[in-house]
């Protein structure tokens, strides 16, 4: 063979017709109605209002020359009604819905409805860093039907979707059942800080519009078993003698078995969630594509070599992956999946080819069908993301036709050599498949979850081809569980599978650099990466023009980290305290940048961090704390330290003479966690200060040594000072400790913290006539009583907020016109 006859080896890449596929306009437009509807709130009478005009529009101009005019009209009335059905699924209420008889501080109240949902059971936590132990709970949403007035007890017809908290564990019920339960009705509670989780609007994503909190088992009364009649019944029993089967046969990983093959992690512990999170391979767990793709290509061998005609094969395989998908909970990444190989059985079976497109176009239709608030979701975006990159970005450097004469030369080779080379050539296609998909999807995970995961690209390709064996001889074990030596061989095999994942997740963590926790990601970077991202990716560029374009997405990439590693500049003086419950975290940020936090804890546990302070913190754009104050070891106020240092570089810890000392084992735990990372723990007491950035501390309390007592006394009073503004931080300072403080003189104090969570013991009348302060503030969940301490502030003048209801309460002095602001009830106030 010459040279002249031999073709180059690189060529550019075959037109991608993606954008005549008739569904991708359609979907498109979906999108842009809902995204609209979604952050505006278009009226449902406005939107339906358009999408009536775009199509007498399109009507108007369908049959003239102007046909581009009537299609974009179309498409507007596509996008309109989009926005008019998510308007409608997200934000109508009937007026029987029982979000009607609820509140925020929740009411007694007795239901009748059926399980809307499986149940999930919960175990109970015991931590050092916990203040109480947590008990089991079980979680699932109920259909309301009727609603029982307890003081007349009539019965009343509701509609409604709820969500119940069952203290303790209940086995008899399942979805179908139909219940009755008494129990605390309530409205769910939206942020409390910026940066924070809405829960109300999650909620509201699945239709669900209040809480019912159930104190004990014996309140729920099982009326009518109805799991018989539901097709998601029988799912839910076929799930469970699943999880059941693999507590009792495996004797390791039965936890991650459940997850992998069933969908339910509910036995698996947060720290097991944790560690597959941090690596970077948390997908391989949960249910989505990749099982789904790789029972189908399985069924599909072994219906090969059983002799089946594909076309009778194909309907049976489609009806199975959409059994299953909705046997793990019908998630979209998962019956995305299924959509999508059912629509290429389909086209097996009408022996009628089927456009990737349109396929793609489709399976995001029917996600948007059963809840258009699902494309929201971190899940579905990243499936869809990752799907996307792998038929249209990775598919152009992987389909190019080999260089015929390498294959002669390979040809030439040994068996032995042909062998290597194609195990090696498999290996590296698998890592760069691996690596391009984990760029692309990299950055969504990071404005998710504010995480950056390098370790993903050493050990994403062995975790998931074992998860993929562990599936399928899981299933196989499950299949065979009536035949035991069979069924303990696959067994055997999952379980071994299962423990290499487990050790490669845990060597994967142990590597420098594995992971890291990174501040918000913004929006306009977001945008500005991924939509030249998926035009790139769905249109025909030439090969030489598309070197430059990865250049530049590069380039953006790593602005995007410049972005991550920029210092915190604030530009003022600002003090926000963060609502974390019944406990406390003062955050102070300085004009020049500094930060410093003033305790990190709540009774609700050491997941105070993730749920509330870094949320906080991250969407301030701080990374790094110049200093931690510890007013005083009581759980409450530093048990949140630990993942605080983990997610955060801080420079030192400050605290009170005494709080090391305290035999406590949360104490221990926390000083272990800071010494671990080289932190240094500086002690203060009264009369020592220091000043950064204009801004003045000063010490009031405790002295060197004492007073005696419990540690509430010995809390670390701090005076804080900015220009002629200054404010009183006083942790849970009672008793003695606050008879110490009374006899000094008083300084100025424009804000005072209310001590110990605004409890009338610490705050009395002397305090409020040494300090005569213009606001107060309480750290405080919501109290149980009224308390005499509000109403004696506001009788000195003062104004009282607490953190509950108001949430965050955000202090800049610089601001002449509002220097107080609260996040929750949005108020704005001149002090």
Not at 84 to 108: C, E, I, M
Not at 218 to 245: H, K, N
Request: proline share 6%; with cysteine.
């Amino acid at each position: 063979m010459s040279a002249a006859n031999v073709p180059p080896p690189e060529r550019l890449p075959r037109p991608l017709p993606v954008w005549s596929a008739p569904l991708v306009p359609v979907a498109l437009a979906l999108t842009v109605g809902i995204i609209l509807d979604r952050f505006w709130v278009v009226p449902l009478v406005a939107s339906l209002g358009a999408g009536v005009v775009c199509m007498a529009a399109w009507f108007l101009f369908a049959n003239t020359p102007k046909k581009w005019l009537a299609l974009l009209y179309l498409w507007g009335c596509v996008a309109a009604f989009g926005a008019s059905y998510h308007h409608w699924q997200r934000y109508h209420v009937d007026t029987s819905d029982l979000n009607r008889f609820a509140d925020h501080d929740g009411k007694p109240t007795r239901l009748r409805g059926t399980l809307h949902s499986a149940p999930i059971a919960q175990a109970g936590q015991r931590d050092p860093l916990r203040s109480f132990p947590t008990k089991d709970a079980t979680r699932f949403i109920l259909r309301a039907t009727h609603r029982q007035d307890l003081a007349t007890r009539t019965w009343s017809e509701v509609t409604g979707l709820v969500q119940v908290t069952l203290v303790g564990r209940t086995d008899d019920i399942t979805v179908g059942d139909e219940v009755e339960l008494l129990g605390r009705l309530a409205l769910p509670d939206d942020a409390a800080n910026p940066g924070g989780f809405d829960y109300a609007s999650f909620l509201r994503d699945q239709g669900v519009t209040t809480l019912l909190t159930v104190l004990e088992t014996d309140e729920v009364t099982l009326v009518r078993r109805g799991w018989p009649t539901s097709v998601f019944g029988v799912l839910a029993m076929v799930r469970g003698w699943g999880q059941r089967t693999l507590a009792r046969d495996f004797t390791v990983q039965h936890e991650v078995a459940s997850a992998l093959l069933l969908g339910e992690g509910a036995d698996m512990t947060g720290e097991d969630w944790d560690r597959y999170q941090r690596t970077g391979v948390l997908h391989v767990l949960a249910i989505s594509g990749q099982h789904l793709v790789v029972l189908a290509g399985f069924l599909w061998l072994a219906s090969w070599l059983l002799g089946v005609r594909r076309r009778t094969a194909a309907p049976t395989i489609a009806i199975f992956l959409i059994a299953y998908a909705l046997l793990t909970g019908g998630r979209p990444p998962a019956m995305r999946a299924a959509w999508v190989v059912a629509v290429y059985c389909g086209g097996i079976l009408l022996q009628r080819p089927v456009a990737h497109a349109n396929t793609f176009a489709l399976a995001w239709i029917g996600v948007i069908a059963i809840n258009p608030s699902d494309i929201f979701n971190a899940g579905c975006q990243l499936s869809f993301l990752a799907v996307a990159m792998l038929v249209w970005g990775v598919s152009r450097w992987t389909d190019a036709p080999s260089d015929p004469l390498e294959r002669v030369l390979d040809e030439a080779r040994p068996w032995h050599g042909r062998v290597v080379r194609w195990l090696v050539r498999w290996v590296l296609l698998l890592y760069a498949i691996n690596a391009m998909v984990w760029l692309a999807v990299a950055p969504l995970v990071a404005a998710h979850f504010h995480l950056f995961s390098p370790v993903a690209l050493i050990i994403g390709p062995p975790v998931t081809l074992l998860t993929s064996l562990a599936l399928l001889t899981g299933f196989a074990f499950l299949l065979l569980s009536w035949c035991w030596p069979l069924a303990w061989v696959f067994g055997w095999v999952t379980q071994g599978s299962l423990l290499g994942c487990e050790w490669l997740v845990a060597f994967g963590l142990k590597l420098p650099g594995a992971y890291f926790f990174v501040a918000d990601v913004p929006v306009w970077w977001l945008w500005l990466f991924y939509v030249p991202l998926l035009v790139g990716l769905t249109t025909p560029i030439p090969w030489r023009v598309s070197r430059w374009l990865l250049v530049v997405g590069c380039a953006w990439l790593l602005l995007g980290a410049l972005l991550q590693v920029l210092p915190h500049r604030s530009g003022e003086f600002r003090c926000t305290f963060v609502a974390v419950g019944h406990g406390g975290c003062t955050v102070i940020e300085t004009p020049g940048g500094q930060v410093f936090v003033y305790d990190a804890g709540a009774t609700g546990g050491p997941d105070v961090t993730r749920r509330h302070i870094a949320p906080f913190l991250w969407s301030r754009g701080i990374r790094r704390i110049d200093a931690l104050i510890l007013s005083h070891a009581d759980l409450d106020h530093f048990n949140g330290v630990p993942q605080l240092a983990e997610r955060f570089t801080i420079e030192r810890v400050i605290c009170t003479p005494t709080f090391a000392e305290r035999s406590l084992p949360a104490v221990q735990k926390t000083v272990a966690a800071l010494e671990r990372r080289g932190i240094e723990m500086q002690i203060v007491h009264a009369g020592m200060r220091w000043e950064t950035d204009g801004v003045a501390f000063a010490v009031l309390h405790p002295p060197p040594i004492g007073p005696a007592g419990k540690e509430n006394v010995r809390s670390l009073v701090l005076h804080v000072t900015y220009r002629d503004f200054s404010m009183l931080l006083t942790g849970d300072l009672e008793e003695a400790g606050l008879k110490q403080v009374l006899a000094q003189a008083a300084p100025r104090i424009d804000v005072l913290m209310a001590p110990h969570h605004g409890s009338d013991t610490s705050n009395v009348p002397d305090l409020a006539k040494w300090a005569k302060p213009k606001l107060v503030v309480s750290c405080q969940t919501a109290p149980l009583s009224e308390r005499q301490s509000v109403k004696m502030y506001e009788k000195t003048g003062a104004r009282f907020l607490g953190t509950w209801p108001h949430g965050a309460i955000t202090i800049r002095p610089d601001d002449r016109e509002a220097p107080v602001q609260t996040h929750r009830t949005k108020l704005k106030i001149r002090v």
